[in-house]
């Protein structure tokens, strides 16, 4: 039982921190803070909005995870859908002549993999009574 609750806390603890990290960098392109626009390049406008909605969502499933709400799992695989719905339309961008960089989809698609890996954790480690 104390090692579930363990694991619980890291699975908690990791996925708020990535939201964290997901938050800052998205705000911090948006509007421009420490000038780190001009360190990431050409970036896919809607693609930094839908990681920043990610990020708050991210919160939000962490939230509901810690109190054992079944809808975190749900919210981890509507993150996912977004995400996979930004990259559908970051391949849509780039295929019209748009400007990206190539770390964008690189990383689209990590954030996809772990969205889903961590919906997993939750749907596993969420107490099933509750």
């Known amino acids: ?19 964290l990290v997901t ?11 420490f000038d780190i626009r001009a360190k990431v390049g050409n970036y896919i406008p809607f693609v930094v909005k839908t990681n920043l909605t990610a990020g708050f969502l991210y919160l939000l499933a962490a939230y509901g995870f810690t109190n054992s709400y079944k809808w975190a799992f749900w919210a981890m695989l509507s993150v ?13 961008h780039i295929h019209t002549g748009g400007l990206f960089e190539n770390r964008t989809i690189v990383a689209l698609i990590f954030r996809i993999l772990f969205t889903l890996v961590f919906a997993v954790l939750l749907y596993r480690y969420t107490d099933k009574q509750a």
Not at 1 to 19: D, E, G, P, R, S
Not at 80 to 92: D, G
């Open 1 to 19: 039982m104390k090692k579930n609750k363990t694991i619980k806390n890291v699975i908690a603890i990791v996925l708020v921190a990535f939201a």
């Open 23 to 33: 938050i800052f960098m998205s705000s911090s392109v948006l509007f421009d803070l």
């Open 80 to 92: 996912a859908l977004l995400l996979f719905y930004a990259l559908t339309l970051s391949y849509v």
